[in-house]
């Protein structure tokens, strides 16, 4: 399984492209609003500064080949509208976690399931994924039925696996096998 970082993937509305520095301003539109951190294990951003912090991170995780950081950029505006994120690799098992986040503006649009459906398309593609997990919080549900629509299949329950606010948020570990996605895809067209 490859985890370096593609230079572009392409779906239907939304391009995933690499992060970078001009990202950031929109980026920060985006994590900054509580609503759509509510369901992230950090505290939304407050300015500038905390964008950059992240993207200093993230880019240390890609050249250690330990995250893949794409941005979703909607096609209509060319505009970053949210992040993908792929982590947590165990390249010997073809296996990788995926999470996702999308602006409140572009919410119910279509677009964070056209990110999500374009990246399984690479990572169970060129990336070579042989199991692509997600983990949703318990209270997230648009995320879960994000991830039912796209044939994860919901395999149990972390308990209190993260705390945030001094409050502990239940996780739900999500599956898709490249098997399942091939034969799912297939019957679809």
Known sequence: MKTDTPSRIEGRLVDLVPVSEEHLDDLLLVHRDEQVCRYLPFRPWNDRSDAEAWYSRMTRLAMARDAIQLVVCDRSTSRAVG????????????????????????WGKGLAADAVRAFLAYAFGPMGARRIEAGVI????????????????????????????????????????????????????
């Open 83 to 106: 992040t993908l994120v792929a982590f947590r690799f165990l390249v010997e098992s073809g296996l990788a976690e995926v999470g996702w986040v999308l602006g409140r503006e572009h």
């Open 138 to 189: 318990a209270e997230n549900a648009a995320s879960h039925r994000l991830a039912a629509r796209l044939g994860f299949v919901r395999e149990g329950v972390q308990r209190e696996r993260y705390i945030k606010d001094g409050v502990a948020e239940d996780l739900v570990l999500y599956g898709l096998l490249a098997r399942e996605y091939r034969a799912t895809t297939a019957a679809t067209g």
